[in-house]
């Protein structure tokens, strides 16, 4: 889940309250914010890439920036949370319910309160809000795993994605955190999340690179070696494909 990626790094652009007593049909959408929703009533179905995505009362929708989608929503109240994620390689819809969403709930309605009433410091205190949530979230995710395969694979899920960035980590240490074999942990990985973990990796470290450069404060050679790896000339040839320029073009 998205909240599982501790490299990642969120800025709130807007908190809305939105309330739609008719059943609707929303043709194709894209953002350029993520958004985060709780549903208080009614039902969605998005459709993106293929997959089915289904959201009822209760739950909580990941809507990552960029993705291309299709919503069908019947009778439905949310609060909806758009923000910017800086360092994220997320790139499908996720849906998360527990079994009481209250809690999480909660942190909505502050959020919301907080962003309406606009008083000095509001916006501080709705990331702080907001990062609280993640963590509790995170918390509770990682107690209570979605799937039993999930649950296998969860203590090397967390250390990957906290050292995703480390040019010496490989399937076989991170396999190694679930004592299981990297063949069984790439097989696992590979049908929750529908990517390789190396393929996973790269994107990460594609992402951490890139919110590097825009810094301006590092050399190529710098980013390379902070976002894991050990050939800059590597690293440039794989930024130039997945991005479409290179590193020095991006800088500018």
């Given at each position: 889940?998205?909240?599982?990626?501790?490299?990642?790094?969120?800025?709130?652009?807007?908190?809305?309250?939105?309330?739609?007593?008719?059943?609707?049909?929303?043709?194709?959408?894209?953002?350029?914010?993520?958004?985060?929703?709780?549903?208080?009533?009614?039902?969605?179905?998005?459709?993106?890439?293929?997959?089915?995505?289904?959201?009822?009362?209760?739950?909580?929708?990941?809507?990552?920036?960029?993705?291309v989608f299709d919503r069908v929503s019947t009778d439905e109240e949310m609060i909806v949370i758009h923000f910017y994620c800086h360092g994220s390689n997320e790139n499908e819809i996720q849906i998360f319910k527990p079994e009481d969403s209250s809690k999480f709930a909660g942190y909505f309605f502050d959020i919301l309160k907080t962003w309406e009433e606009?008083?000095?410091?509001?916006?501080?205190?709705?990331?702080?809000?907001?990062?609280?949530?993640?963590?509790?979230?995170?918390?509770?995710?990682?107690?209570?795993?979605?799937?039993?395969?999930?649950?296998?694979?969860?203590?090397?899920?967390?250390?990957?994605?906290?050292?995703?960035?480390?040019?010496?980590?490989?399937?076989?240490?991170?396999?190694?955190?679930?004592?299981?074999?990297?063949?069984?942990?790439?097989?696992?990985?590979?049908?929750?999340?529908?990517?390789?973990?190396?393929?996973?990796?790269?994107?990460?470290?594609?992402?951490?690179?890139?919110?590097?450069?825009?810094?301006?404060?590092?050399?190529?050679?710098?980013?390379?070696?902070?976002?894991?790896?050990?050939?800059?000339?590597?690293?440039?040839?794989?930024?130039?494909?997945?991005?479409?320029?290179?590193?020095?073009?991006?800088?500018?």
């Amino acid at each position: 889940m998205f909240f599982n990626n501790h490299k990642i790094s969120y800025e709130i652009a807007n908190v809305f309250h939105i309330e739609k007593r008719l059943a609707a049909a929303c043709g194709r959408k894209q953002s350029r914010v993520s958004g985060l929703c709780y549903r208080i009533s009614g039902n969605t179905l998005f459709e993106s890439r293929g997959k089915k995505y289904f959201a009822d009362a209760g739950s909580f929708s990941f809507l990552p920036a960029h993705v291309v989608f299709d919503r069908v929503s019947t009778d439905e109240e949310m609060i909806v949370i758009h923000f910017y994620c800086h360092g994220s390689n997320e790139n499908e819809i996720q849906i998360f319910k527990p079994e009481d969403s209250s809690k999480f709930a909660g942190y909505f309605f502050d959020i919301l309160k907080t962003w309406e009433e606009s008083a000095p410091g509001y916006k501080h205190r709705c990331q702080s809000l907001f990062y609280k949530m993640l963590e509790e979230m995170e918390l509770y995710h990682t107690a209570n795993p979605t799937s039993k395969k999930e649950s296998i694979i969860k203590n090397s899920i967390v250390y990957m994605n906290t050292n995703f960035d480390n040019s010496e980590i490989t399937i076989s240490k991170i396999a190694e955190k679930s004592f299981i074999s990297k063949v069984y942990f790439r097989k696992i990985y590979k049908e929750i999340f529908g990517i390789s973990p190396v393929k996973a990796i790269l994107k990460m470290r594609i992402e951490k690179a890139k919110e590097l450069l825009s810094t301006g404060y590092f050399s190529v050679k710098e980013v390379s070696q902070k976002s894991g790896f050990d050939n800059v000339k590597y690293f440039s040839t794989v930024f130039k494909k997945e991005v479409g320029i290179s590193p020095s073009e991006y800088i500018e």
